[in-house]
């Protein structure tokens, strides 16, 4: 299943989410696939997954764990492997760029077996 694919933009100081659900009764759950930002100083992004709980936490600024971390880079490989069925998030982070709008070129797809 496609969770993203093609241009995400990110305005600055902001993020953009997408927000996935895995089935009850899935197993083997992964999440894989690459970006490439572009746009502004530095062309970097920060790419996280999240279940709905931490999701809520980041978002407020509080403690929160998370699945994948990319760090602060230009390109990458996403790859994570979910615990069990739930609601996820995945985010494209860009709230530490003052000015600099990013576009990110991204596939991103879920698979598990049921």
């Known amino acids: 299943m ?6 995400v933009t990110v305005n600055a100081g ?6 996935f659900t895995v089935h009850s009764g899935a197993s083997n759950i992964q ?3 690459s970006f490439a930002a572009s746009g502004g100083s530095g062309n ?3 790419i ?6 931490d999701f809520t936490n980041w978002q407020n600024g509080h403690t929160s764990n998370c ?8 390109t990458g490989t996403i790859s994570a492997t979910l615990p069990s ?7 494209y982070d860009n709230t530490f760029s003052t000015f600099s ?11 598990y077996v049921s």
């Open 48 to 53: 996280f997954i999240f279940d709905q709980t």
């Open 31 to 33: 999440v894989s696939g």
């Open 44 to 46: 970097d992004i920060r």
């Open 85 to 91: 069925a739930g609601t996820y998030v995945l985010v």
């Open 14 to 19: 902001s993020y953009e989410d997408y927000t």
């Open 67 to 74: 699945y994948y971390q990319s760090g602060q880079t230009t």
């Open 101 to 111: 709008q990013k576009n990110v070129n991204t596939e991103v797809d879920l698979s």
């Open 2 to 7: 496609n969770i993203v694919n093609g241009l």
